[in-house]
């Protein structure tokens, strides 16, 4: 069984910055990908960014240059540095992690979601 329990949320003020956290516990062979999605009020959840292992990361355009992703691998903790917030930014942020199994079979899991609100 795997865990993701994600940490970081908050409210913050439109240009401010937050930073998310996303541990991986349990019975984990190898990571293949992690990264965050969103779910803003009234809209569907949106990929926020991916890092895959091997493959590079990747970010909405929405984000890019002001949201970086991380992963510290020793740690099977998965990073999202959040600059400049906007308005439009405000959602429940959730984790997502692809782990392989031994056999190499990719399993995917979800965290429970942090809220973050940007407001004045």
């Known amino acids: 069984q795997v865990h993701l329990v994600e940490s970081g949320g908050g409210l913050v003020q439109p240009g401010g910055s937050l930073r998310l956290s996303c541990a991986a516990s349990g019975s984990i062979f190898s990571i293949y990908v992690m990264g965050w999605y969103r779910h803003p009020p009234g809209k569907q959840r949106e990929l926020v960014a991916a890092?895959?292992?091997?493959?590079?990361?990747n970010y909405a355009d929405s984000v890019k240059g002001r949201f970086t992703i991380s992963r510290d691998n020793a740690k099977n903790t998965l990073y999202l540095q959040m600059n400049s917030l906007k308005p439009e930014d405000t959602a429940v942020y959730y984790c997502n992690a692809g782990l392989r199994s031994s056999d190499a079979t990719v399993y995917y899991y979800w965290g429970q979601g942090t809220q973050v609100t940007v407001s004045s």
């Open positions: 890092d895959t292992s091997g493959g590079g990361t």
